[in-house]
């Protein structure tokens, strides 16, 4: 899997946007983008995937750059609940044996949203 | 809708006890997983089974570790005889299928402590 880069914490001011950057520069063409957070004493939770295009859904946007190398988790408006580890992970498709459904989790970036 | 469901959320226990982990995977899904979690080594794979079957043990540590999945509603993960460094927490997450394109949706964990 291609290793992935984020800084280890960021902070971010309640009801603002949080752009938690990722880089992943030797990501291969059919590697996906995907991006998990855990709450502390929670489980991980999925939060959003891409592979080329720009993603949104109800709880996240995701901006991938055109060459691939790095992409951005947009939360448009945090909350204070929005505290917490994000991983970003480079996924891959296909190899031996059905290895794509691996997960490799980082360290990830600790946002922390302040009142 | 329910999500992973694992059981029990703690679990103390002396050196040299057998641990069952339980897990009930999200109705529907076919692809089952455990991860461990600790300071030191973050997230890690342990075990990957597709409709009941195990497809990836290479993440177990030891024979004192097995898992099983006798029906896709229910998985073990049995630790016979526990020892200290066991000391973890323990995700479940299930999936459709194994595929890239699935995103892993995860328990709450079991947080194991051996004394």
């Known amino acids: 899997d291609a290793k992935t880069t984020q800084p280890p914490s960021m902070d971010c001011a309640e009801g603002r946007a949080a752009n938690l950057p990722c880089n992943h520069s030797?990501?291969?063409?059919?590697?996906?983008v995907y991006w998990y957070r855990q709450i502390h004493s929670q489980g991980p939770q999925y939060i959003i995937h891409g592979l080329k295009n720009n993603e949104t859904n109800e709880m996240a946007s995701l901006i991938i750059t055109e060459d691939r190398k790095s992409s951005t988790l947009i939360l448009p408006h945090a909350t204070l609940r929005d505290t917490a580890v994000y991983y970003c992970?480079?996924?891959?498709?296909?190899?031996?044996?059905?290895?794509?459904?691996?997960?490799?989790f980082g360290k990830g970036t600790l946002l922390t949203v302040n009142p | 809708d329910a999500g992973v469901i694992q059981s029990p959320r703690h679990e103390v226990t002396e050196m040299g006890q057998e641990v069952t982990l339980r897990c009930k995977p999200i109705?529907?899904?076919?692809?089952l997983f455990w991860y461990r979690q600790t300071m030191m080594r973050g997230l890690e794979l342990l075990i990957y089974f597709n409709n009941n079957v195990p497809i990836d043990d290479s993440g177990m540590p030891e024979d004192r570790f097995s898992a099983k999945m006798p029906n896709a509603s229910f998985s073990t993960l049995k630790i016979q005889p526990s020892e200290p460094r066991d000391s973890a927490v323990y995700f479940c997450a299930s999936s459709l299928k194994g595929g890239v394109n699935q995103p892993q949706h995860f328990g709450d964990g079991t947080r194991l402590s051996i004394l």
């Open positions: 109705s529907g899904h076919n692809s």
């Open positions: 992970i480079v996924r891959v498709l296909g190899g031996s044996g059905g290895s794509n459904y691996k997960l490799t």
């Open positions: 030797t990501i291969s063409g059919n590697e996906y």
